[in-house]
């Protein structure tokens, strides 16, 4: 049997805590989002996880260096 490879989106869903998270979050089914792992994640909700999350959607460097400029606070 042929595996279909996961979209990029996949890993985004992970980070938002898995499927069923995501899916109480769209209040969607687990079924749906776990078609955005093969599909990609539909423009409106992707713009509405990011309103929600804007963390999970940053790159690596970008969560870095917005760390390094936050205040220490000492």
């Known amino acids: 049997m042929k595996r279909i490879a996961e979209h ?25 989002v776990s078609r955005w ?5 539909p423009q409106a909700r992707e713009m509405y996880l990011r309103l929600l999350r804007p963390d999970v959607f940053q790159s690596p460097s970008d969560r870095s260096s917005a760390s ?7």
């Open 8 to 32: 990029p989106d996949a890993a985004v869903i992970e980070r938002l805590d898995g499927t069923v998270a995501v899916a109480r979050l769209c209040k969607i089914s687990a079924a749906s």
């Open 37 to 41: 792992k093969k599909k990609g994640i």
């Open 68 to 74: 390094d400029s936050q205040p220490s606070g000492k």
